[in-house]
């Protein structure tokens, strides 16, 4: 995707498009200018030896950047340090001969089937290619695409999450005031009847604005999407998305309004009819009401008149034009207790998972990057017997296939104590026989625990048998956290060689208790520094957080501003419930206030309805809210391979107080109303 300038010319070596992720951290921009040295042929084949051949001898080029391009692989763990320069065919001409290539040509394909056809396409490779000196090394490109493509996922799932809430949200708004505007009619429906409307006619009459309603809503929200198009996707979705802008899918759209009008025309006839059956039981002699056994429960309690009223009138709906919108106010609260509880839960899971190290592969304390030793053969270390440490362990990572799947296959190897992969089902291999795959590569292989694959190495192919899922860290080269294979350091040494060099080694240990970890750090610097320029110890680092990880804190606003919207919609039907409530019960308040009730105690009778809404919404919408959000993180922790370990934060135990206090707040208005008007006037009007 070009971003800013033009495409190189493919016939002029000097010019050159840089990508996003080296274009940022150099600063360069179109325009500019990339100059390198380079080594010649001769120096590269010397150093490929195991030769030193001095500085680089190459010619110095200085490249003119014409354009800044954005690649797949900008977008993941590759692009963040630095990326690929693609040159141009015309470099190629004009260097060949002069600059020396640390590789051999690479193929990027793209199969036809995905996933499906690596296998094929993979054989086909090594069928045309096995005759040549180097043969063929097999890459997959997760380490290029899963960190995007995870979060995007993630993100996919949010924005679903979103809408179904913002579409509860509607429902309950909805449902709010056609109920309210309707119940206003009630009144009118005895002497509609006496005067021969059916009760058919009645709910046309009570209905009929919904149409109009339903027509104009759904014509908006039609609209309203497709002007609202360009803004999304968000995050790392937006910069991969190569046709950002105006965008109208006919399908969803249409199915969409359809819904909308559908829903609105619904929500009006459930409310007309409703409103006609009510007015059939008005004459009706109404039955003792649950309200009035709270009543005599609370007052046998000792509860105080103005407690005992606010009980009854929390849990009473009235009838006609005394009518309260309760059931909407009680399910605002509890949906968004619900919302707010998830995303607690799901962003206290989410910074769990951040900061445990354990979570995301990295068992141990620390890792050296061992290029000390000549081949794979994990012995003969000068620090293993460090006293810092208390347990040691040697991996090496080389590229395999299982079952035509390449992947990055982890040879570890015990050296003192115990130290090993984090397995998230089944164990760790015990032999030589066994492999632990990721989740990613047991689901493409269409694998479980306990069958056999075919792994293949530079020299051979062995069968072995799962025995476990497991968590695969991220070291020096990006690594995706769920597509990779672990085996014992004796079951990789079968299906490679372990003297051909195309290997990583690292160590890795665990820190004895009170252990000086920096004078560890100088003492390995030191033996490095013994060994010489060509056979060194990597530095001495600790746990590096995956792009995946990264890519999902990005989108960390979200759960908030989710929880923002419902526990707004909480306190929205909250306040409209109360507001309501005092209008259409002024008359109540008004003999309340006759046979001795004062401000203060009509203030706590408010308080108490606002009270009540609060208990019945964290009683039914926490331990929901809880149970939602560990769901969410659990689709999440699958997608990305982790443990689907969930974190229910001390934090969650405030959201008693806070419902509380903050549904007291919003009742203190309609409450002070209620105190400071005149009975007089009230009963006069009724």
Request: positive net charge; hydrophobic residues 50%.
């Amino acid at each position: 995707r070009l971003i800013s300038g033009r495409r190189a010319n493919l016939s002029a070596p000097d010019e050159v498009t840089l990508g996003e992720g080296l274009a940022k951290p150099t600063h360069l921009g179109v325009g500019d200018h990339l100059a390198f040295e380079s080594y010649t042929p001769a120096q590269v084949a010397k150093f490929l030896r195991g030769k030193d051949a001095g500085p680089p001898a190459g010619p110095h080029v200085r490249l003119r950047i014409v354009g800044i391009v954005r690649r797949p692989l900008d977008l993941g763990d590759r692009g963040a340090s630095g990326g690929v320069t693609v040159l141009t065919p015309a470099f190629n001409r004009t260097y060949h001969d002069r600059i020396g290539a640390w590789g051999g040509p690479i193929l990027r394909v793209r199969t036809r089937g995905g996933d499906a056809d690596v296998s094929r396409v993979t054989a086909a490779a090594h069928r045309i290619f096995g005759g040549t000196p180097d043969g063929v090394v097999v890459l997959g490109l997760a380490i290029e695409t899963e960190g995007a493509r995870n979060a995007i996922n993630v993100l996919t799932v949010a924005l679903l999450v979103f809408a179904g809430v913002a579409a509860l949200s509607g429902v309950v708004a909805i449902a709010i005031v056609l109920n309210r505007e309707i119940a206003v009619t009630n009144s009118d429906q005895l002497t509609l009847r006496a005067l021969g409307s059916t009760r058919r006619q009645r709910g046309a009459m009570s209905g009929s604005r919904a149409v109009l309603i339903a027509s104009g809503g759904a014509l908006i929200a039609g609209l309203g999407a497709v002007a609202a198009s360009p803004f999304f996707p968000i995050g790392v979705a937006r910069r991969a998305d190569p046709d950002v802008g105006v965008h109208a899918d006919w399908v969803v759209l249409v199915i969409g309004v359809l819904a909308i009008g559908a829903l609105v025309v619904g929500i009006a006839v459930v409310a007309a009819v409703r409103t006609t059956r009510e007015s059939l039981r008005a004459v009706v002699p109404r039955r003792r009401t649950r309200a009035a056994a709270m009543v005599d429960f609370t007052t046998g309690a000792g509860f105080s008149p103005a407690a005992t009223t606010g009980l009854r009138m929390a849990v009473e709906p009235g009838r006609g034009e005394t009518a309260v919108p309760l059931r909407s106010a009680f399910l605002g609260v509890v949906l968004g207790v619900v919302g707010v509880g998830a995303a607690v839960v799901f962003a206290s899971s989410l910074g769990h998972l951040a900061s445990t190290p354990r979570m995301y592969g990295w068992t141990w304390d620390f890792r050296v990057n061992d290029s000390a030793t000549s081949h794979c053969d994990m012995g003969n270390r000068a620090i293993e017997r460090d006293h810092a440490i208390s347990a040691i362990a040697a991996v090496c990572i080389e590229n395999i296939e299982v079952d035509g799947r390449p992947v990055a296959g982890w040879g570890y190897q015990p050296i003192r104590g115990t130290i090993a992969a984090e397995t998230i089902s089944g164990r760790q291999p015990a032999n030589a026989r066994e492999v632990a795959l990721g989740s990613d590569t047991l689901h493409a292989l269409g694998k479980r625990i306990g069958d056999l694959v075919h792994v293949s190495g530079s020299h051979g192919v062995r069968s072995y048998r799962i025995v476990g899922t497991v968590v695969l860290p991220r070291m020096d080269d990006p690594q995706p956290l769920a597509d990779g294979a672990v085996l014992t350091g004796h079951g990789l040494a079968a299906i490679t060689d372990p003297h051909d060099g195309n290997f990583t080694q690292y160590l890795l240990g665990d820190f004895a208790a009170g252990a000086d970890r920096a004078a560890f750090a100088r003492r390995v610097d030191a033996a490095s520094r013994r060994l010489g320029e060509n056979n060194l110890f990597g530095r001495v680092t600790g746990p590096a957080v995956p792009v995946e990880i990264a890519r999902l804190r990005q989108i960390g606003w979200f759960p908030a501003a989710l929880a923002s919207l419902l526990a707004v919609l909480g306190l929205a039907a909250v306040g409209h419930a109360l507001v309501t409530g005092v209008r259409r019960r002024r008359r109540e308040f008004a003999v309340l206030k006759t046979l001795g009730f004062d401000r203060r105690q009509v203030r706590v009778n408010v308080a108490w309805q606002a009270t009540t809404l609060a208990v019945v919404g964290l009683a039914v919408g926490l331990p929901v809210g809880v149970l939602v959000g560990n769901s969410a993180w659990r689709i999440v922790a699958d997608g990305l391979g982790v443990a689907p370990t969930t974190a229910v934060p001390v934090l969650v135990l405030l959201a008693f107080p806070a419902v509380i206090v903050a549904l007291n707040l919003v009742a203190f208005v309609p409450g002070n109303a209620a105190a400071r008007a005149r009975p007089a006037v009230a009963l006069q009007v009724e």
